[in-house]
């Protein structure tokens, strides 16, 4: 377990310091630029989690008895071991940055969704209606624990496939490079 919480820790640190630099670089300040924030963030943050899967599942693998095979049922559950924890450690990480770094990004958030709907032509009236439904969603525990959940269900996914890769036949030497 130990392994599977530090890589999970460390996916999750490593997304809050990809958040972080983007805040500090200017794109968590304007509704305008939450769009490039966004791909950013999904191509960073993907790249960021199946790094931390490869990873972690190797180290996992090499300690794991080289005379039998390690199935893809193995590498699917360190993958959803490593998901869990970084989406545990995602929660708190979330709840640092909006609550402490960017007290205001829950607020740009919804913003960007009203210009969104506006975007669209969507009717005013429909417009209040869902800014006040999403008001009452708009804490950041609230988006934690939401972030926790997608985190593992897309999380979960991921597995899936990555661990299609991450079977090793009885025999098969580990090999050096930690991404081949």
Not at 101 to 125: R, S, T, Y
Request: proline share 2%; aromatic share 12%.
């Amino acid at each position: 377990m130990k392994t599977y919480a530090f890589y999970g820790a460390g996916a999750a640190l490593a997304t809050f310091f990809l958040t972080a630099l983007i805040y500090f670089l200017g794109l968590h300040s304007d509704v305008s630029k939450l769009s490039l924030a966004g791909w950013i963030m999904t191509v960073g943050g993907l790249t960021i989690f199946i790094l931390a899967l490869v990873l972690g599942v190797r180290e996992v693998r090499s300690t794991a008895d080289a005379t039998k095979d390690y199935t893809y049922a193995n590498a699917f559950a360190a993958c959803f071991f490593i998901t869990l924890f970084s989406s545990i450690f995602g929660v708190f990480t979330n709840l640092l940055y909006t609550m402490v770094v960017n007290p205001g990004f829950q607020d740009l958030i919804l913003q960007g969704q009203i210009a969104q709907m506006q975007k669209q032509g969507m009717p005013q009236d429909q417009i209040n209606a869902s800014t006040e439904m999403m008001r009452r969603f708009n804490h950041p525990a609230i988006s934690s624990a939401m972030n926790f959940i997608a985190g593992l269900v897309i999380g979960t996914i991921i597995s899936l496939i990555v661990a299609i890769f991450l079977k090793r036949k009885a025999g098969q030497e580990e090999q050096l490079n930690p991404l081949a």
